[in-house]
């Protein structure tokens, strides 16, 4: 079946290094969507890309879609401790087009 | 504004006992609900959606039922809990499908002893 893979499931740095995580999917998506899960919290919704290649940007975050729809990456520039948790992919399945989940990439950052 | 309330936030229960987990959606009608299940804080995985009431498609086969018996109401429930049931059990909703972001409900933390 269709998954959704991520790498690295651990990251950790130092205050001020960047971060990218990276999100494989085994086939094309329509879209995908990003989330931020906080420690003990729950996914909290960033952004979701559309069109090949897209690019988007929130502060010191950057959201690609490659240009084949099938993998995407986020990167945080400058990270800060209140970018830790854990950053999940997701894409649509199935003919409902619900969302899978990659397993996600934690990220600590060391102040 | 749409608010996503799940209850309750923690819940330690016997193995055998029965399991009932309410959410309810405000502020839309008709919205996609879903039930997500995430063992050892990690990956997400679907256990239920629905797109209307007394729909209901269920994913993974599991010892979980759920049910809508109302347009904002999701419920998920289970006549007999075992250990493997433990997990941190979420609720979400969505204006339809994956063309729209998910919201999450805080989840409910299960565990089974």
Redesign the interface.
Known sequence: GQQVMQIPQYQHVQEGEDFTTYCNSSTTL??I?W?KQRPG?????LI?LVKSGEVKKQKRLTFQFGEAKKNSSLHITATQTTDVG?Y?C???TGS?????????T?LSVKP | SQTIHQWPATLVQPVGSPLSLECTVEGTSNPNL?W?RQAA????Q?LF?S?GIGQI?S?VPQNLSASRPQDRQFILSSKKLLLSDSGFY?CAWSFG???????????TRLTVV
Do not use: C, M
């Open positions: 329509s879209n969507q989330y919290g729950h996914p909290v919704f979701q854990t999940f997701a894409g649509p409902q087009g619900n969302l899978i989940f990659g397993k996600g934690k | 879903y997500y804080g990690r990956g997400l679907l959606y797109i498609s994913e979420l499908g994956s063309l729209y972001g998910y919201t999450f409900g805080s989840g």
